[in-house]
């Protein structure tokens, strides 16, 4: 094979597919014909995906691009999100329809109906008015999974104060680099939340991040675990301020370029960025993907997305598109093992879920503790499946499909970024023949391409990096006060394409799957291989749970694969004898060449990942190169990687 250096071998053959069921595809919401409505008329397609929207002055321009890559979507339209969220369905009667079901972590439940939502989004607006915030104005919200977490994004929409969410395990440094990058005026916290049975408190960390920000006027502290906390000048308390404000707000329209917020990246490739999103062009986008890649039939279907909103999985598919479009959604609190490993089969059983949307990690370690516990549980009610965070392993798709959807309910591999805004390349439920660890296709309306290093597409069968040749209304509109970061990272690459940072292959129908970060890609005897297909090939073998694998440098090779495999409950001890590491290597051989085996494999207890359950592959790789590790600032838990270091050879 002489490839270019930088193209993409792809090796992994998999033929299986799964088509969708015969009466889902008959009453689905989005059809083929989308694929070419959308290619005969790609702007007024999405202008049509706007409608879903209400407006308060329509746009005069469907996409302004004359200063690329700087786009302005449905120009000189007007809207505000809260309004479009909550009470344009209690104005259509729709106010005692339940908006979310929330569970908190110990057991205790909310049922918060669009009325309800309506007049605790008003409340917290007009308190965040007394409390100073206007219009442009920054706001830091650091809250666990509890109502008051979409109640307070929904307010500061409605007053058209950016919010900024910054997940609720990060560091008081996270917090604080944050709040300074947006100059925020306020933070919205809580005493704590609950977390593996226990408080876990968070004011301190605010304490302690705010002691110095200068631009913090207060600290809006809800009060949840009542356990015992540091009050300071500047504090106020939810329940004090935001109960005694009047129920009734009229929401403001807002310019459809408004920014309606900042979110950073999860840092699994470097420094999180400042990621701009406005107003109507996001929420078309997610409104759109929401109804079309999960079927949503907003009537009948109760939807749950597992996420925590501190990521953009929780901004699009647990606040703004299910509410944008009437949805009916369980919110959860906790850990997936509190009070034990079937807590969120039980909450499917319990609200009869008929749309789950998760992440491929969760699903590994669900495949870790064993079939046994989803068997337990009642997940008839079940009809889509969804994943999204990182590719997919084929076995790890397959085993979602088999024991959570009982072999019936289609998967969809949602690809999409932060920066996205909302989901990008996806199999359609009623209309995909899905490949388990495959993406497919861009959705209607959506423009991808696969490209070479010198930014051709590929033929089938070709890898190379993923580009989104056309703008969309979903994507970013800047870094936050970083233009030229903007541009240098995202349409620097190619000219004229947005550069995703991932690598992919075309299969040879054309359908597209993911391949990992380029950042990630091995260079092994001049071929570019996958991280994602060979950590593929190990999840494949009946003994293993979870692998991540790096390219460390190699004299011979130029880089060699070195692996780092988590092995099943189930596997017993000889995991760790020569024996078994031949085992794997030969099957990974067997699986997609001989190019593709693993120098060398260690047995780990665990693997480095972010907080968003992402793994860290260049912390590995640092292993890997007896480097000192690099920022572990977004690592989720600190010690793994001196779990992992304790299993080192003395040297490599
Ligand atoms: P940073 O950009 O700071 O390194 P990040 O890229 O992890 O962080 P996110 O925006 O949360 O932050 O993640 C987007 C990335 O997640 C994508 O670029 C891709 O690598 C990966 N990803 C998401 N969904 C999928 C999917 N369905 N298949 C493959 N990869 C996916
Ligand atoms: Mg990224």
Known sequence: MSQSQETLSNLLQETR???????????ANVTAEAYDEAAADRLGYWAKQAERLTWSKRWDEILDWSNPPFAKWFVGGELNAAYNCVDRHVEAGLGAKVAYHWEGEPGDTRTITYADLQREVNKAANALLELGVRKGDRVAIYLPMIPELPISMLACARIGATHSVVFGGFSSEALRTRIDDAQAKLVITADGGYRRGKPSALKPTVDEAVA??????????????????????????????????????????????????ILYTSGTTGKPKGILHTTGGYLTHVA????????LKPETDVYWCSADIGWVTGHSYIVYGPLANGATSVMYEGTPDTPN????????????????????????TFMKWGDDIPAQYDLSSLRVLGSVGEPINPEAYVWYRENIGAGRTPVVDTWWQTETGGIMISPLPGVTAAK??????????????????QGEPVPNGGGGFLVLTEPWPGMLRTIWGDDERYIKTYWSRFEGKYFAGDGAKKDEDGDIWLLGRVDDVMLVSGHNISTTEV???????????????????????????VSFVIPRGSAGEEVEGAEFLKELRDHVARTLGPIAKPRQIMMVPELPKTRSGKIMRRLLRDVAENRSIGDVSTLADSTVMDLISEKLPGSK
């Open 341 to 364: 490993k079937g807590r969120w089969w039980d909450l499917i059983q319990k609200y009869k879920v008929s749309i789950f949307y998760t992440a491929p990690t969760a699903i590994r």
């Open 436 to 453: 388990p660890g495959a993406a497919m296709r861009p959705l209607p309306g959506v423009s991808a391409e696969v490209v070479d290093d």
């Open 212 to 261: 110095q920000t200068p631009t913090i006027e207060h600290v809006l502290v809800v009060r949840r675990t009542g356990e015992d906390v540091a009050v300071n000048e500047r504090d106020v308390w939810w329940q004090d301020l935001v109960e005694r404000q009047s129920d009734a707000h009229t929401a403001e329209p807002m310019d459809a370029e408004h920014p309606l917020y």
């Open 288 to 295: 759109y993907t929401h109804n079309a890649v999960f079927d």
């Open 17 to 27: 597919s799964f088509p969708p069921p015969a009466e889902l595809a008959a009453a």
């Open 535 to 561: 950590e593929s090939a190990l999840v494949s073998h009946p003994k293993v749970a979870e692998a991540a694998v790096v390219g460390a440098t190699d004299p011979v090779t130029g880089q060699a694969i």
